[in-house]
């Protein structure tokens, strides 16, 4: 009989920890900072490129109209840019700015400086950052295979 932990018990651990976590990095607030829509959506549009609000709005798996609003406050903050499409003129592409690209560093700034504060105010030993350290790649590698 081996002692190795069974996936299952993993997956439910891993599961449970790292939920409860990123619901307490969702919580940061941030200066100016933006709601979870409307991160959701400079995300998208930021790793997408140039792209159309239906794109986009298939992509983050809502509605067409609630794409628009959060696109519409969005380009009303000057966070992303609209441009007719060169190669068809009914459609409009979108883009993200540089003020979009900075807002959401800033969000990613904030959420990294709240852990780091969290890992050193001492509950952790030297030997748990490391293993921390260690699990972090695969963490994301874990993600890229679901």
């Not at 709005?57 to 959060?70: K, L, N």
């Not at 560093?105 to 293993?131: H, M, V």
């Amino acid at each position: 009989m081996s002692d190795d932990p069974h996936p299952d018990t993993v997956a439910s651990a891993l599961l449970a920890g790292i939920s409860v976590l990123v619901r307490r990095v969702r919580q940061v607030p941030v200066e100016g900072g933006l709601t979870m829509p409307e991160r959701t959506a400079l995300s998208h549009l930021a790793r997408s490129g140039a792209t159309t609000s239906s794109a986009l709005a298939r992509e983050a798996q809502i509605t067409a109209q609630a794409m628009g609003a959060t696109l519409g406050a969005l380009r009303d903050r000057g966070l992303v840019e609209r441009r007719p499409d060169p190669n068809d003129g009914r459609r409009a592409l979108l883009t993200v700015t540089e003020a979009g690209h900075q807002a959401l560093k800033n969000k990613r700034n904030a959420r990294a400086e709240l852990i780091a504060r969290a890992l050193t105010g001492g509950t952790f030993s030297p030997t748990e950052l490391e293993q921390l350290a260690a699990a972090a790649p695969l963490l994301e590698r874990l993600a890229q295979n679901i």
